[in-house]
């Protein structure tokens, strides 16, 4: 598996991908997150503009997609309940995970590919996301305390720090 950067030639593939995600957030009863048709077509466009949208490649198919930002992300400027590891520095933020179920290691793809170009990372996800809250403290998150997105929805946040 390789990351490379999405183009808009990729939207009907990551939006396969992201549909599925969505699914096994149900099956697992996170029902509550990527809800009102969330991340949409014009929010994945609009990431692949930017230069923020990655795909994660396997066996010549888009099997994940995420969004690589830099800082500063506005909803973690306050943290609830804890504190980050580190607040003094720069960081990139990783969001819209998403990924095939049948596909494997592809969030141990993105996540080495994200470390290689930044040693401070942030991530948030939803409470009931415990999928995810597993992946994180397997790959290196620390969990830091809640932020709120700007809708006024909570999220566990959690950060990761490395040497590049």
Known sequence: MFVR???????ES???VLDAARLIMRRNGNVR?????YPSKDIIVDDIRRGYGQVVMENNRI????????????????IYEGSWLDDSQPYHVIHRIGSLP?????????IEWCAAREGNLRIDTHRDNHIMQHLLERNGFHYC????????????????????
Do not use: C, K
């Open 102 to 110: 049948e596909v494997h290691g592809v969030f141990r793809t993105l």
């Open 14 to 16: 990551i939006m396969a």
């Open 33 to 37: 997150q990527w809800v009102n048709a």
């Open 145 to 164: 305390g809640i932020i709120f997105l700007l809708s006024g929805d909570e999220r566990l946040a959690y950060q990761r720090l490395t040497e590049v």
């Open 63 to 78: 099997a994940g997609y995420f969004a690589f930002i830099p800082s500063p992300e506005p909803t973690y400027s306050v």
């Open 5 to 11: 950067a999405a183009s808009e030639s990729d939207l």
